[in-house]
């Protein structure tokens, strides 16, 4: 059964910092990798997917890595600002389309 | 254009009681599915569809049922609400069942007392 943790479950960093979230999946057999945004109270947005034969994505301050063989991705922000505080959730696609969310890393991003 | 919308925003349930929860999108989007969240347990599918007329279980299906009539609705119905299934409700979408990108409704949250 495939599992997906997030670590940590929550990170307090100054405004303009570099930042990195990472997400672990116990089954290298993924068909894709989401990465989502969460704010208080509301639903999620998604801003990065990568598919299973690809190594990263990027838009914008954010970069998502994948390394399949590891079960690892890591979501990179590069000079972090206070809008970027959120709960950020990645979720592992199988080729069913179901996906399975990690728990989430809550960020805050200090003025 | 408003993407997926979420009927109603909260409620608060007598146990015993029949609900559906409503979810309408706009996208032509073919793949719909219904989650809940709650603390300390992630999201969780509860029920998918992969195209209009057929439905899926997922991982905590038991309690819900769903439809899909059509393309834009996908309703999720709680037979006999329970106070376990306090939680909040999300509906999501994308154009297929493969790979898309998965887009997000409001969410509705549910107290069953």
């Known amino acids: 059964k495939q599992e997906v943790t997030q670590i940590p479950a929550a990170l307090s960093v100054p405004e303009g910092e570099n930042l990195v979230l990472n997400c672990s999946f116990t089954?290298?057999?993924?068909?894709?990798l989401q990465w989502f945004r969460q704010d208080p109270g509301k639903g999620l947005t998604s801003l990065l997917l990568?598919?299973?034969?690809?190594r990263e994505q990027t838009s914008g301050r954010l970069n998502a890595s994948l390394d399949k063989s590891s079960g690892r991705s890591t979501l990179y922000i590069a000079a972090s600002q206070p809008g970027d505080s959120a709960t950020y959730l990645c979720?592992?696609?199988?080729?069913?389309?179901?996906?399975?969310f990690g728990q989430g890393t809550t960020l805050q991003v200090k003025p | 254009i408003a993407g997926i919308t979420q009927a109603p925003t909260s409620q608060i349930l007598a146990a015993g009681r029949r609900m559906t929860l409503r979810c309408t999108q706009d996208?032509?989007?073919?793949?719909m599915y219904w989650y809940r969240q709650d603390l300390g347990l992630g999201l969780r599918l509860i029920h998918y569809?992969?195209?209009?007329?057929?439905?899926g279980k997922g991982e905590v299906p038991d309690g819900y049922s769903v439809s899909r009539a059509n393309t834009d609705d996908f309703p999720l119905t709680l037979a006999s609400a329970v106070p376990s299934q306090t939680s909040v409700y999300f509906c999501?979408?994308?154009?297929?069942?493969?790979?898309?990108?998965?887009?997000f409704g409001p969410g509705t949250r549910l107290l069953v007392l």
């Open positions: 089954d290298s057999a993924i068909y894709n």
């Open positions: 999501a979408s994308s154009y297929s069942w493969q790979g898309e990108t998965q887009y």
């Open positions: 569809s992969n195209t209009a007329g057929t439905t």
């Open positions: 979720a592992v696609g199988s080729n069913t389309g179901k996906l399975i």
């Open positions: 990568i598919q299973s034969s690809q």
């Open positions: 996208m032509r989007h073919n793949a």
